[in-house]
C-alpha cells in the first residue's frame, strides 16, 4: 500500500526515533539504552536520566510482552480514525524491560476480552511500502 | 521557610464565575464571547464578592493550555490595575487547578503583591477544545512527530481514551466495575440536581448511567466530563487584609505539588507522594477534613483520590462511596457542587471556589436565603455542608493540592 492509500496516521520519525522505525521495518522492536549504563528507555529522548550520558544505544528485544492497559475507543477525536470504531489501543509492557510502556493495537482477538495481565506478542505490520508499524497479537497460551 | 510558617497566614478574599444576563450559570457550550470578556467577568464578580476596588488588584496567576485562555497583562490592564507586582503565566493542564492558588498565596505571604487575581478561563467547547488533545496531530498530513508518532497512530487522542488506561487497569486489577462508577457519578448528580450554576441538573439512575453510550471504554457518557466555556477567578491576599473585607475569609493552611513525582502506576496518584505531607504541613488529620473536592474529569479519579489519600484501601472505594457516605451529609461529602462532571469544567478551578463556598457557608443552592448564608438542609433544596470548617481540594490525579480552612 502506498502512504497516499493508508487511511491512518503514519509516524514521522527524527535523528532519535529513526533508529527504532528501521528497526521495526526489519521486524525487529528495539528500545532505546543509555550507551553508558544501559538503562532502556521509551520514548527515545537525547540524555539518560540515570546517569546524564548522552551517548545512545539501542537493544534488541524479543517482541514479547504484557497488557499493562487498554482502551475500546467508541467515540475517537482523531477524525482519520472515525471509520475504525469501536478499536482497541493497548500500553504493552515488554518482557525485558517492565517499566516500559508502548502503545499499539491488538489484532485479530475480541476486544470485550482484553484483560490487564494477558500475554502479547509484536506483530509488525507492513502497513505502507515504506513502514511498518507495530501492533499486537495475544499470545497462543492466553488465546 | 517550613510548611508550618505559611500555615493560614493567606486566604481567599472572594470568588467569582463569567456569569451574564445570558448565561446565568456561567457554565455554557457556547459563552458566545471572547475569552478576556469571560476573564474580566469572572475576575469583577470575584473583586465584588471580596468588597475589593478591581483597581487595586496589583498581581494575578492563570493557568492555560493549547495556549486557550488570556495572559495575565491583558486582564490586569482591563481591571484598571494601578501597580502590578506579580504576574505568572503557567502553561500546562488540571495539574495547576490548585497550585495557581498555593502560588498567589506564596506571593502574597513574601509582600510581593497584596491582592493576587487568579483565574483560568477558556472557551474549552466553542473554541479549542481542551478534551480533544492530540486530535490534530499530523495538522492534516498523513504523519505525526514527536511522541505522538508512538500513540497518535494506533489512534490515540483525547482525554477519556488517554485517561481511560488508568481507569481500565484499576478496575481489573482491584475489582472496580462500571457500575461503580455509576454510584460516584449518582451522588455527584444528586448535588449538582440543587446547584442552578450546574450545567447537568436532571436526575441520574444508575441505569440511567449503566445504559449510557460508550465514549472509550471503561468510560461511559455520564463518566466524563464535558468541555465547557467558562471562566472561575478569586483574589488571594493576606489573612489580615482578607479580615478587612466583605466576606468571611477562607485560610490558605497548605499547599503542595504543580508537577509530580513518579508513581509506580497508572492507577497511583500523586497523592501517595504528597498526602501524607500536606496534611503535615496543614496541621490537620484526615478525620478532620469536612468537604473533599477532587479533580473528577472522570468518575474513577476522586475514588482513586480517596484510596491515596488513606481514607480506604486501594480498591475499597466503591464500597466507601457507597450508604451516603460521599453524600451531603456522610462522612466525606464530595462534589458538592455536583463536579467537572456536572457543573462544568473549568479544568478543576470552580473545585477550588466550590470548596470556598462551602467554607464560607454561602453555597448557592435552591435554598430561599442561600446568599445570606441561610440553608434549610432540607435535601431537595441545600446543598450545603453542615458546619464545614477544613477542606482538601484535589488537583488531577494528586499533582497538587490545598487544604483550606475557614477562618
Known amino acids: 500500500m502506498s502512504t497516499e492509500e493508508y487511511a491512518y496516521l503514519l509516524p514521522q520519525p527524527d535523528s532519535l526515533t529513526q533508529p527504532f522505525w528501521d528497526a521495526a521495518k526489519r521486524h525487529e522492536l528495539v528500545i532505546q539504552e543509555c550507551g553508558e549504563c544501559g538503562k532502556l528507555r521509551h520514548p527515545p529522548v537525547g540524555i539518560c536520566a540515570e546517569c546524564g550520558s548522552e551517548a545512545i544505544g539501542w537493544r534488541t528485544i524479543s517482541g514479547r510482552g504484557t497488557l499493562y492497559s487498554h482502551v475500546v475507543v467508541h467515540q475517537t477525536a482523531l477524525p482519520s480514525w472515525s471509520a475504525a470504531v469501536p478499536y482497541n489501543i493497548v500500553m504493552v509492557t ?24 494477558l500475554s502479547l506478542v509484536a ?9 511498518t508499524i507495530i501492533r499486537w497479537r495475544v499470545a497462543d497460551a492466553d488465546v | 521557610m517550613s510548611e508550618q510558617d505559611f500555615r493560614d497566614k493567606t486566604a ?29 467577568r469572572a475576575a469583577r464578580s470575584a473583586c465584588a464578592d471580596a468588597g475589593l476596588d478591581p483597581r487595586e488588584v496589583d498581581g494575578a496567576v492563570m493557568y492555560q493550555m493549547f495556549d486557550d485562555s488570556v ?4 486582564v490586569l490592564s482591563a ?39 487568579v483565574y483560568r478561563a477558556l472557551n474549552g467547547r466553542s473554541g479549542i477544545r481542551i478534551g480533544h488533545w492530540g486530535a490534530s496531530a499530523g495538522g492534516g498530513l498523513p504523519r505525526v512527530g514527536g511522541e505522538s508518532q508512538f500513540s497518535s497512530i494506533y489512534g490515540l487522542a483525547g482525554a477519556a481514551s488517554n485517561h481511560g488506561f488508568e481507569a481500565r487497569r484499576y478496575m481489573d486489577l482491584y475489582g472496580v466495575t462500571s457500575l461503580d462508577l455509576a454510584h460516584f457519578a449518582v451522588n455527584s448528580r444528586s448535588n449538582a440536581i ?12 444508575i441505569e440511567d448511567h449503566q445504559q449510557s453510550r460508550i465514549i472509550s471504554d471503561p468510560y461511559h457518557l455520564f463518566d466524563c466530563c464535558q468541555e465547557t466555556d467558562v471562566a472561575c477567578a478569586m483574589i488571594v491576599t493576606s489573612a489580615e487584609r482578607a479580615r478587612a473585607l466583605k466576606k468571611r475569609p477562607v485560610l490558605i493552611s497548605a499547599g503542595i505539588g504543580g ?10 496518584t500523586n497523592l501517595i507522594n504528597i498526602g501524607p505531607r500536606l496534611l503535615a504541613a496543614a496541621g490537620v488529620e484526615l478525620s478532620d477534613i469536612d468537604v473533599f473536592e477532587g479533580y473528577d474529569a472522570f468518575t474513577d479519579m476522586p475514588m482513586r483520590m480517596i484510596e491515596d489519600m488513606g481514607w480506604c484501601k486501594r480498591g475499597e472505594a466503591k464500597d466507601f462511596i457507597k450508604d451516603g457516605r460521599i453524600g451531603l451529609d456522610g462522612d466525606l461529602p464530595s ?27 454561602d453555597a448557592e443552592d435552591l435554598c430561599p436565603n442561600w446568599h445570606l448564608g441561610e440553608h434549610t438542609y432540607d435535601r431537595k433544596l441545600c446543598r450545603q455542608v453542615r458546619d464545614a470548617e477544613i477542606a482538601l481540594n484535589v488537583s488531577v490525579l494528586g499533582s497538587s493540592a490545598i487544604i483550606l480552612k475557614r477562618d
Open chain 2, 12 to 40: 481567599i478574599a472572594g470568588i467569582g464565575y463569567s456569569r451574564s444576563v445570558e448565561n446565568p450559570g456561567g457554565f455554557s457550550k457556547k459563552s458566545g464571547v471572547d475569552v478576556l470578556t469571560l476573564a474580566v
Open chain 2, 259 to 268: 508537577g509530580v513525582s513518579p508513581v509506580p502506576n497508572i492507577e497511583d
Open chain 2, 71 to 74: 495572559r495575565t497583562g491583558l
Open chain 2, 335 to 361: 462534589q458538592t457542587h455536583g463536579g467537572l462532571i456536572n457543573e462544568g469544567y473549568c479544568h478543576g478551578f470552580n473545585n477550588v471556589l466550590e470548596a470556598v463556598q462551602q467554607l464560607r457557608g
Open chain 2, 194 to 205: 440543587k446547584n442552578p450554576r450546574a450545567m447537568m441538573r436532571t436526575p441520574l439512575t
Open chain 1, 94 to 117: 515488554p518482557d525485558e524491560a517492565p517499566e516500559i510502556r508502548l502503545y499499539g493495537n491488538v489484532i485479530d482477538f475480541d476486544d470485550s476480552k482484553l484483560k490487564v495481565g
Open chain 2, 79 to 117: 481591571l484598571g490595575s494601578r501597580k502590578v507586582g506579580y504576574a505568572s503565566n503557567l502553561v500546562g493542564g488540571g495539574n495547576y487547578a490548585s497550585f495557581a492558588v498555593i502560588q498567589a498565596a506564596q506571593a502574597v505571604y513574601h509582600g510581593i503583591a497584596n491582592y493576587v487575581l
Open chain 1, 123 to 131: 506483530a509488525f505490520d507492513d502497513v505502507t511500502s515504506d513502514d
